[in-house]
């Protein structure tokens, strides 16, 4: 299973239920590892698509309300029925993709981490767990790239030690 996500230098992700930045080289980024794959994310970060489901991708919804039931996404209502679900799929094609809570939730059982790095500090107020204390270490990263007034890498870092599901 990989986890997906782009963070500042404090690992904020979100304000207001919604991204801090627009990268299209990161969207496109997002796209290309997602498609054809499968989607896992909690009800906010579902919501807060602009086109919902995320297409042709398998979109898993993690909510506890019974009165979410989208057709046109697989709703678990706890870790241990999403990890039933998931057991049917090859985990590399698994994208762990938001938002806080739910990274916070799987980051243990994802081996690896596909971080788009923004070196900015910016009023937040959703932040996720530093992978680099989480048993991540660095495997590649990219050049810098400039978009929006923006400056952002792309580094992929693997989990020494994750956890099985
Ligand atoms: N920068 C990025 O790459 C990125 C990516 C994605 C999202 N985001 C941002 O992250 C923010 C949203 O994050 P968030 O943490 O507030 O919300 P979230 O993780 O998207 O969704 C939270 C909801 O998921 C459900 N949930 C969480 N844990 C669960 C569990 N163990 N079992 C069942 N359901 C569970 C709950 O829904 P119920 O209340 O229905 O039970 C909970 O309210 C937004 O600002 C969004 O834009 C950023």
Known sequence: M???VAVTKNYAIGKDNNLLFHLPADLKFFKEKTIGNVVVMGKKTYLSLPKRPLPNRTNIVLSTDTSFNPTEAIVVRNLQELFAV????DSEKIYVCGGAS???L???YCKKAF???IDEIVP???YIKDVEQSG???ESESESFQENGHTFRFKTYINQNPKNF
């Open 2 to 4: 990989n986890l997906i």
């Open 86 to 89: 998931l057991k049917q799929f």
């Open 102 to 104: 739910i990274y916070n």
């Open 106 to 108: 799987l980051m243990d």
């Open 115 to 117: 971080v788009t790095v």
């Open 124 to 126: 937040a107020d959703t």
């Open 136 to 138: 991540f270490v660095l």
